[in-house]
Every structure is written in C-alpha cells, then in structure tokens.
C-alpha cells in the first residue's frame, strides 16, 4: 500500500490554528474554539500560531497571534507541521491539497445545515448559492482532510456518511481504523478548567430595571434564526403572573464579527417584547457583545438559563455551546427537546425539557426551579457533577493526541490532485474486468440476457459521453 511518509521530528510540532472569526475581547464560538484549542496546544509545549483573517486584537503569551491576509497565509502554513482549519478555508485556498503538512479539518459547526436557516428570508436563487457554497467547501475539506473532529456522537454519524460519499471510508481507511476514529474524531466544545468566579454583579442589581433580588433567566448568546426566542418570551409573560418581578436578560444582541449580520429573528424578538409591553421592564437587552473573560460575571447573575429552538434538522445536529456556560456557571437549564443537549438535560436531570413551542410547559418547569430552592439545589448539584465531562482539557484530548504524533491519511496516496476518491479509474485493466464480470453474472442471474444486454448499453453510452 501506497503511504505519505511524516518526516521525523525531534520536538513537537509546530501547530498553525485558522479562523475566520474575529480574535477581539468579544469572541463568538468559532473564536474561542480557536483560542482554547491554541492554549491548550501551547500548554502541551507545541509551538503555536494562531491567525485570522479577520481583526486580531488579542495576545497570548503563550502562542503567537496575527491578522493575516490572501497573500500571507501560505508562508504561515508552510512555517508550520499542523495546520487546523475551521469554516470556509479549503475552497478558498485549493493550493491546500498539495501541502504536505497535517491538516485537521474541524467540523464542530454544520454550516450546511445552518445556512438553510442564516438564509431562510432571503430570495430562493441566494439560498441556492449560499448552500452551494457550503457544500463547494465541505467537498474541498473532505477530500484533503488527513484528521477530522466534530463536537458528539450525533455529529460524527452525520459526517461519516458526508466523508463515506466523498470516498474517504475506503479500504485504506477501514484498513488503518475500522473504527474510523483515527479519521474523525469526536472534540467537542469545552468549558473552563477554572471555576467560575464572580467578581462583581453584572445584572442584578446593576442594570436599571432589574433589582439584587429579582430572578434571572438569561438568554446566553446571539438570536439567530434556528432558535426561539418567542416562545421563551411567552413563558416569561406566564411566570411573571406568579413571580412578578422575574427578568429576562438576552445577553448579546449584536454578534462581535461585523460580517455576521442581525438576523430576522432578533428583529422579531424584539418586536414581540415591544407588543407585549415587556421591554425594559421583564425583557432586556444587552446590545453588545460580552467580553470573553467577564461573561462569568453575568451568569453567575442568573438563578436559570434558558435556550428554546424549532424542531428541524439544524437543531438535530447542532452543539449549544452556551450550554456548556451554563453548565460551567452551574446553573439550572431550561431548553427545548431535539438536540444532544436536550438530551444530556433530560438524562442527567440538570433543569426541565419541553417540546418546541410549549410556552406553558416551558414556564411550568422554570417556576418548578424558581419556587422551589431544594430542587433547585438538587439541579444545580447535578450539573456541577456533569460540567466536569466537559472542560477543555478533557474535550481536547483526541486533538491534543493527534497534534503531538500527527500522520498524513492512511488514504493520502491516493487523493488525486483534482480532489477526489479515484474509484475504479485507478485500479489495473484485469481488475476492472474481474469486477465487470462479476457484475455481468449478478445481472444475469437477476434480469437475464436481455438485462446483461441492457447494461452493456448503458455502459458504453456512459463511456462515449466521458470521450466526449
């Protein structure tokens, strides 16, 4: 068999970490993902860079930082052993397949997926485009790909079958891992090594309109379209006619990347409190986005936090990373059923799961949690319990692995230069004929003379048309 050597190395390898997000004091998943994966690496003892091609505002002493553009990044790939990309790189860059570093390519957000509702208002031909686009960049990814990681189990079946139709599940693969995991790996979004300390109140008792005592329920992230703002706005307006003085707190309307723009569901979020009369009084909204290393000190302001979204395949598939917050602030969780979390929330007894767009069970479960401190305790006991699965070094872990004895795809031979499995296109002349018997005498055995004849046709009609 057929293999790409990885040269060996003395030390560990250098390690080049890529993002499209901005690296600000305001940082959204993709950005932190980034982040806590350099840190981690750099903590290993690996060299790290970590780029963007967006702003790039923060440093570490850790690991290097920079802002880099077209022009500049392939000397930054070629200073490097590992490269680690996430978003849309490899179509961007197609000089990527003929590297010789390690890429990893990180598949913890199913854009594809996501795009059908980033774009669900905009004209039919845009929703096209922009999921051909996606779909333009998983192919590239897939095809190059020499180690792959997603955030669950979920995901990982989701990304096999992507990976399988793109001939990546092939004998060399199979051969390497039958397991695939030395493939694709499961690294899931993490939380803080480090407890969550408040320094000072954030909400409570700072925010006009919200009292030191009044119950929080808090929103801890950006309103997107895939999720329910709405119904979660219901259910307030049903706890607030047994607990007045309850608050809900959106935590970040304005998304800190300036090419993500709001949403049409943000608009109607707030529409909806607006109407409702709510806004500034039981519903508020935290315009910008919260510094990454001060937002322990708003949910440490919350007795509950809360994430609603629709039934539909985006959620199925999707990773809430600001559940893991809550987990991490060990808060009680209110959420809707239908994604890993949901799931988790459920089995672990960790807060009150409902069906989508069930504003009266949703507030039924946040006053069982409000009015009752021993339930709450005992919530909150569970989640301190389950939070520990999930911190960083722990959820890093196959990554960590993989960067410090990486290995080109057992498979690395033999993607073409055009990206792509070569099928039977590369196999000998007597092979070919060996499979095309065996196909002829399983048709015959099905359908006949007349079926061996009716394949031959089809075959050759399919062979004039390539020489075409």
């Not at 051909?132 to 897939?142: G, K, M, P, V």
């Not at 060990?330 to 409902?354: Q, W």
């Amino acid at each position: 068999m057929n293999t790409i050597a990885t040269p060996a190395r003395t030390s560990l390898p250098r390690v080049l970490v890529v993002t499209l997000d901005a690296l600000t004091q305001r940082m959204a998943g993709p950005a932190i993902r980034a982040w806590e994966i350099s840190s981690h690496l750099a903590e290993r003892g690996h060299r790290v860079r970590l780029v963007t091609f967006g702003k790039c505002e923060r440093s570490d002493v850790r690991f290097g930082t920079a802002q880099v553009s077209v022009e500049s990044f392939r000397a930054e790939v070629e200073g490097a052993d590992v490269v680690i990309i996430q978003g849309f790189v490899a179509a961007t860059f197609p000089w990527l397949k003929d590297v010789p570093q390690c890429l990893v390519v990180d598949l913890y957000d199913p854009f594809q997926l996501e795009s059908l509702e980033v774009e669900k208002y905009k004209p039919l031909p845009e929703r096209h485009a922009a999921l051909a686009n996606a779909l333009r960049e998983l192919s590239a990814q897939s095809v190059r790909g020499d180690y792959f990681i997603c955030a669950s189990e979920k995901q990982r079946d989701l990304w096999i079958g992507h990976l399988a139709l793109a001939g990546r599940v092939n004998p060399e693969t199979y051969d390497a891992d039958p397991s695939l995991r030395s493939l694709l790996g499961v690294v899931p979004f993490g939380t803080s090594d480090s407890p969550a300390i408040q320094s000072r109140h954030a909400i409570k008792g700072v925010i006009p309109g919200i009292g030191e005592d009044d119950p929080v329920i808090l929103w801890g992230g950006g309103v997107y379209n895939w999720f329910d703002p709405l119904t979660t706005i219901r259910a307030v307006v049903r706890v607030r006619d047994t607990i007045p003085n309850v608050r809900l707190f959106f935590l970040g309307m304005k998304h800190p990347n300036p090419d993500v723009p709001e949403m049409t569901m943000a608009v109607r979020t707030r529409a909806l409190a607006d109407e409702l009369g709510l806004t500034g009084t039981t519903v508020f909204f935290h315009e910008d986005w919260v510094v990454y290393e001060d937002r322990v000190n708003y949910l440490k302001d919350a007795d509950v936090g809360i994430s609603t979204h629709f039934d539909h395949v985006e959620t199925s598939f999707s990773f809430r990373t600001r559940i893991l917050d809550y987990l991490w602030a060990g808060l009680p969780i209110a959420c809707t059923a239908g994604d890993s979390f949901g799931d988790l929330v459920a089995a672990e007894d960790l807060g009150v799961v409902v069906s989508e767009c069930d504003d009266a069970a949703l507030a039924a479960g946040i006053l069982d949690i409000l009015n009752d401190a021993g339930r709450a305790q005992q919530i909150r006991d569970n989640v301190a319990r389950v939070a520990e699965r999930y911190t960083w070094s722990r959820s890093l872990t196959p990554l960590l692995d993989y960067c410090a004895a990486p290995r080109r795809a057992a498979d690395a031979a033999r993607l073409t230069t055009g990206g792509g499995y070569p099928g039977e296109s590369g196999l000998p002349v007597m092979t070919k004929a060996g499979i095309a018997l065996r196909s002829a005498v399983r048709v015959m055995r099905t359908s006949g003379v007349s079926g061996v004849i009716s394949k031959t046709k089809m075959r050759l009609a399919r062979s004039g048309r390539r020489g075409r």
